[in-house]
């Protein structure tokens, strides 16, 4: 049965490690650090048996929930754990006050795409080489949430 739990500083090596193995430009076990003691972000582990497959987190930015990573072992893709570890994700990060929710992602990865199209995320810009190793655009995608999220202009 996969748990979804908050990140812990004794979780950090490992996802740091999964981090490694998938992308070309990681993070590094400092910036996870960093991240889970901030009182303004939320970091998950989707955990089986004890091992963690995965790990995603958010920042909250005024209300609006910048997701900074998604990542799963290779070997346990494709079976769903991404889906529920950001569903559970943005459910808890309603306690830092995120309303709407925002990420970055590479235009070629289309597993990743259709994942946050699932979700109710949308395309609603594009980043000219914000990737490098290789470098590639970046689609912005936004799932916004009901009136007074604070994400319109006319709201203000």
């Known amino acids: 049965m996969i748990e979804i739990l908050e990140m812990t500083e004794e979780d950090v090596p490992i996802v740091s490690r999964i981090e490694e193995e998938t992308f070309s430009m990681p993070w590094r076990a400092d910036d996870f650090l960093e991240m889970i003691r901030c009182e303004y972000a939320y970091y998950v582990v989707a955990k089986e048996n004890e091992e963690i497959l995965g790990c995603c987190g958010i920042r909250n930015m005024c209300g609006d929930g910048e997701i900074t990573n998604v990542v799963i072992k290779e070997i346990h893709r494709r079976k769903g754990i991404g889906e529920i570890m950001l569903k559970g994700l943005m459910e808890q990060s309603q306690k830092i006050g995120v309303r709407s929710f925002t990420l970055e992602v590479r235009e070629s990865n289309y597993a990743a795409i259709r994942l946050y199209e699932k979700l109710g995320f949308v395309v609603e810009g594009r980043r000219k080489k914000f990737y490098k ?3 590639e655009d970046a689609l912005i995608m936004w ?11 006319m709201e203000l």
Do not use: D, F, L
């Open 143 to 153: 799932k916004r949430t009901g009136p007074g999220s604070g994400n319109s202009w």
């Open 133 to 135: 190793k290789p470098e």
